[in-house]
């Protein structure tokens, strides 16, 4: 993953609005000079992606999020990536493959998939 920072972070989140026909809105829930806490809400009231980011740990958590519990995820944790796949978002599976430059991108198009095939919205 490249040196991601909180700045290039925010605006890959904001583009997303933009990007992602399934989002309505983005809210700011924390951000301190180490972390911070995004909301990405769908069109969907329940449904929604959270993103968390621990500057000094390199932590990056994706979630998809349905009445308050994660129904997928993918995380960033000790300079790994691991999947929490839909259906069994209990689970850890390492990932393969890197998620780019742009994770939040790469994290939407793979949530925007799982929101069609599984009638969502």
Do not use: C, K
């Amino acid at each position: 993953m490249q040196r991601l920072t909180q700045a290039v972070l925010r605006d890959q989140i904001l583009d997303a609005l933009n990007e992602f026909w399934f989002l309505r809105s983005v809210e700011e829930i924390e951000r301190t000079e180490i972390t911070f806490l995004f909301r990405l809400q769908t069109f969907r009231a329940g449904l929604f992606v959270q993103v968390f980011w621990g500057t000094r740990s390199r932590t990056l958590s994706l979630a998809l999020i349905e009445s308050e519990r994660r129904i997928f995820g993918i995380d960033f944790q000790r300079d790994q990536w691991h999947l929490h796949p839909f259906g069994n978002a209990e689970s850890h599976t390492p990932l393969l493959s890197e998620m780019g430059d742009n994770p939040i991108h790469s994290f939407l198009t793979q949530v925007e998939d799982i929101l069609v095939a599984n009638d969502l919205l």
